[in-house]
């Protein structure tokens, strides 16, 4: 079979908390970076941006940003909790956060330059598993925050953070996990569709 099509059948993402977070060697970086911005983008406006955090920036954010807005949020939070954000960034090699940015445009919609940074992210995690390392896309409760939206550069106001594509080396394979049910999700189109149909 195709390479490229087999190892889409089969890619899978591997949790965060198996990592071995050792240096990501940068000649990697850049090959997953290359591909995370190879991806359709109706009228070429890049409406994305793409922040790489990693070495001594990931116990930085979340020393700045990750522990005081969730202190700031749960006034119950144990030290052990405020610590674990702390260094939450710290349990992957690197993360790259996707920032959907979108610009005002006469033709090209808004909902549009949004799927593209979706494309970003889903390119950036299939490149790592590509390359054998780990990765996940996550989003948690601090994608939403507004001090994280700004100290990464983006404005709360009209952008989005799409995703944290967190990559680090694999320390074990990651099991199966259920898929969707091709006769259940694709609907040939002349096979009886009625409006309001989809489920
Ligand atoms: C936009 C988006 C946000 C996600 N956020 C989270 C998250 O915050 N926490 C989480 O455990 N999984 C999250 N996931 C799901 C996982 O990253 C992933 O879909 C799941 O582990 C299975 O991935 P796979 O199909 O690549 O194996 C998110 C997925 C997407 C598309």
């Not at 969730?70 to 954000?85: C, G, H, I, S, Y």
């Not at 409760?141 to 594509?165: E, V």
Request: net charge positive; hydrophobic share 35%.
């Amino acid at each position: 079979m195709n390479s490229v099509i087999s190892f889409l059948k089969q890619r899978r993402s591997v949790m965060i908390r198996t990592y071995n977070p050792c240096p990501l060697p940068e000649i990697d970086l850049l090959s997953i970076l290359e591909c995370g911005v190879r991806v359709p983008d109706h009228g070429m406006l890049t409406p994305w941006r793409i922040i790489v955090i990693s070495g001594k920036q990931r116990k930085n954010l979340g020393k700045y940003c990750l522990r005081t807005e969730f202190a700031r949020l749960n006034p119950d939070a144990t030290k052990e909790m405020l610590e674990f954000e702390e260094n939450r960034f710290t349990r992957a090699s690197a993360i790259l956060c996707v920032i959907s940015k979108p610009v005002t445009h006469a033709k090209i919609p808004k909902w549009e330059m949004q799927l593209s940074a979706g494309a970003v992210c889903q390119n950036l995690l299939t490149a790592s598993l590509a390359l054998g390392y780990g990765a996940q896309w996550v989003t948690h409760w601090y994608s939403y925050n507004d001090l994280m939206i700004r100290t990464l550069g983006g404005n709360p106001d009209t952008d989005k953070i799409a995703g944290f594509i967190y990559i680090g080396q694999k320390t074990k394979q990651p099991n199966e996990r259920n898929r969707p049910d091709l006769s259940k999700i694709i609907i040939r189109y002349g096979e009886g569709i009625e409006e309001g149909k989809l489920k």
